[in-house]
């Protein structure tokens, strides 16, 4: 469904701006607290605590992000989704968010409606509130919704990208690839595994695979190491395998490339066995946990060779 329409009285024009956010404070319903807490105030309040503050944002744009065969529901949660896996790498539980909009003169309320009903129903599943934002007017065809999400520590720690060392071994949760067929916006936040994880003082460092690993893995890998990982070892989706069937490429090259898996990429301390480690994983979750590789002065041979390899790269 497109967000748009050629009819003027179907579009956010015949509302307005004050009328639009009436509707918007009733699509959202009890996700959105009254003000000051919620829409309504310059700013809204958000009740300190004691934990350490964590804040992401990300958005979604027509074109880039989703297409017209992506649900308006399903655009709303992928919103939320995309920043609730960034508060989950760091093994943080999500709080509040303020969203803001650039519209098209053109954008469909019905479409509208559709968007904001999957972002509420999003944050009540996941306790986020919903707490302000802005609109603005875009150019004739453009849809944005940008969030700002914040979130909080679970425990003493929350878990960077920096802590791998020479020795540590690379594991990463569920499968990966092939995100277009349906992934990209299907996916689920691993919000409880990330929240385990860091509590488990083995792990190290941790990320969420947003741009494909072979991107994303730079960001953890130590100065002076690279990541060692044999292909048989990466879990593949059977999205990858189809993708592999079209592009004739090894399904596991889709899986390091093709981005938007919103899995973690997990890196635990060299001392630490990994398949003890996602034993005890696996008495608490049904998402698997797959050691891939671990972290090497020198590549092995038969391993992947990331100088062939892209992940996905805004600008390029």
Request: charged letters at 20%; proline letters at 6%; aromatic letters at 8%.
């Amino acid at each position: 469904m497109t967000p748009f329409t050629s009819t003027r009285a179907k579009s956010v024009t015949a509302h307005g701006e004050l009328a639009l956010i009436a509707l918007i404070r009733r699509w959202l319903g009890n996700a959105s607290p009254r003000s000051p807490f919620g829409i309504g105030d310059d700013c809204a309040v958000i009740p300190p605590t004691k934990n350490q503050q964590l804040v992401t944002t990300d958005p979604v744009i027509h074109g880039q992000h989703f297409d017209d065969t992506v649900p308006p529901r399903a655009v709303g949660a992928k919103l939320l989704k995309r920043n609730l896996s960034d508060i989950a790498a760091m093994g943080g539980r999500p709080v509040a968010a303020v969203v803001s909009l650039a519209l098209a003169p053109n954008t469909s309320v019905m479409w509208l409606r559709g968007f904001y009903l999957g972002l509420a129903n999003c944050a009540r599943r996941h306790g986020v509130k919903i707490v302000g934002g802005d609109i603005t007017q875009g150019p004739r065809g453009f849809f944005g919704a940008f969030l700002t999400l914040h979130g909080e520590s679970t425990g003493q720690r929350v878990v960077t990208r920096t802590g791998a060392r020479v020795g540590d071994a690379i594991l990463v949760t569920g499968r990966l690839g092939g995100s277009r067929a349906g992934h990209h916006y299907k996916f689920t936040p691993r919000l409880a595994e990330g929240a385990w994880l860091a509590r488990q003082k083995d792990v190290v460092a941790m990320m969420d695979v947003s741009d494909g690993i072979a991107k994303d893995i730079r960001a953890l890998t130590p100065q002076g190491a690279i990541a060692s990982v044999w292909p048989p070892s990466i879990p593949v989706s059977a999205a990858a395998g189809t993708a592999s069937g079209q592009s004739r490429r090894p399904a596991w090259m889709h899986a390091l490339t093709d981005g938007e898996d919103y899995e973690l990429l997990v890196v635990i301390r060299a001392r630490t066995d990994p398949f003890e480690f996602t034993k005890r994983w696996s008495r608490h979750f049904a998402t698997s946990l797959q050691p891939i590789g671990r972290f090497t002065r020198r590549l092995s041979p038969g391993h992947v060779d990331w100088r062939s390899l892209q992940g996905y790269e805004h600008l390029r």
